[in-house]
Every structure is written in C-alpha cells, then in structure tokens.
T-cell receptor, first 111, second 115 residues
Framework: SQQGEEDPQALSIQEGENATMNCSYK?????LQWYRQNSGRGLVHLIL?????REKHSGRLRVTLDTSKKSSSLLITASRAADTASYFC???????????FGQGTRLTINP | DAGVIQSPRHEVTEMGQEVTLRCKPI?????LFWYRQTMMRGLELLIY????????DSGMPEDRFSAKMPNASFSTLKIQPSEPRDSAVYFC?????????????FGPGTRLLVL
C-alpha cells in the first residue's frame, strides 16, 4: 500500500523559477526522505528529515515537515534544466522497518 | 566506490524462461533491498536482507520469485518461470542501516521485458 502521495503528479515550469512538490502520508513516521530519479536511472537520495524536525536545507533544496498534517514539501529554488526528473517522497513508518515510496512528481524545467 | 552494481542492465526473454538478476551492494553496507518499478504500481519493495539474511519478503509477488544473498557482496533475484506481467525495472539498493538512520543507495536498475 502506498504511504506517501505526491502532489502534483506532474509539474512544468520555466528555468529559474521555484518548484514546489508536496507529499502526504497516512501513518506516524520516524523520518521522511526525498529522492530524485532521472530518466532511465536509479533513485538518488536528496534529503532526510526526522519527525522532530520542521525544516531542513541542502543547497537549493528546502524541505518542510508538518507531522500534524502528515505532509511534507520539497522546494527547489532557482530551478535548472538539470533538475528535470521525477521526485519521490519515502516514509519510514513507525514499526514499519522499511521505506514506502510515493508515486512521484514528474518535474520538467523548460529552458 | 563504484556504487551499487546491477547486471544485466537490460534483459529480454520469452515467457516461461528463467531470469536471474544480479546485484553487488556498496562495500560495508549491511542492508540490501530489491525493488520493482512499474508505471501502474510505482516502486515496490520486494525483499530486503540484513547481514545476508532475508528479513522481510512480504513483497515478493509469488513463488515464482526468489532471492538469495550468499555473501555480503552479492545477491540474486530469480524469476522462474517468467511471465509478461513481470516486465518492469528491478532495482537493487543498499544502506548502512534501516531507513530511520540514513539513505538507501540505488543501482541503475535492470529493465526486464518478458515477451
């Protein structure tokens, strides 16, 4: 069963704009992770945010977590063509002992 | 480190044939995961190992699927007999610890097509 649900399913923006993707989940978590997948490649870990954290930054990435709403967002600032990829959230549910991935958001950055 | 290595990268086979997918995890990682990705079902965890021991195989779709990890540097996922609905991209991933601590590192995947 899917734990994380990303929104939107697809997003297309102009280079230089900011991109925001959202993830909602159903059960309590230990942490939430975001991954990127370029076409034809494996997933690459971007950032991990723990359940007791509210915001985390890594370069042009900003992740927020609202455990009361069971949601997270990934913001990519000053987007570049190279950011074109699918982005997945993955949740480590309490007691689950494994990551559960959402369906992903397909992000397209237009030059 | 070369990262997680998977072979073959592409496999085309006919229904009923045996398929073996191979994975070499990152040296020193304690956990190894096998995932399957399809458009319809997304990314699904099939099985994972800790220190070469299978821990959770609840995601293995049926008895046609089996996985082994004979040592810390090698794992196989076998499908016998294969069916067209097994067509998917199969990923192997490894990590130092379970998800609550850190990231999983994915291989490039094996794209399987069963005709």
């Amino acid at each position: 069963s899917q734990q994380g649900e990303e929104d939107p399913q697809a997003l297309s923006i102009q280079e230089g704009e900011n991109a925001t993707m959202n993830c909602s989940y159903k059960t309590s978590i230990n942490n939430l992770q975001w991954y990127r997948q370029n076409s034809g490649r494996g997933l690459v870990h971007l950032i991990l945010i723990r359940s007791n954290e509210r915001e985390k930054h890594s370069g042009r990435l900003r992740v927020t977590l609202d455990t009361s709403k069971k949601s997270s967002s990934l913001l990519i600032t000053a987007s570049r063509a190279a950011d074109t990829a699918s982005y997945f959230c993955a949740t480590d549910g309490i007691g689950a002992q494994k990551l559960v991935f959402g369906q992903g958001t397909r992000l397209t950055i237009n030059p | 480190d070369a990262g997680v290595i998977q072979s073959p990268r592409h496999e085309v086979t006919e229904m009923g044939q045996e398929v073996t997918l191979r994975c070499k995890p990152i040296s020193g990682h304690d956990y190894l995961f096998w995932y399957r990705q399809t458009m319809m079902r997304g990314l699904e965890l099939l099985i994972y190992f800790n220190n070469n021991v299978p821990i959770d195989d609840s995601g293995m779709p049926e008895d046609r699927f089996s996985a082994k990890m004979p040592n810390a540097s090698f794992s196989t996922l076998k499908i016998q007999p294969s069916e067209p609905r097994d067509s998917a991209v199969y990923f192997c991933a490894s990590s130092f610890a379970l998800a609550r601590v850190g990231a999983q590192y994915f291989g490039p995947g094996t794209r399987l097509l069963v005709l």
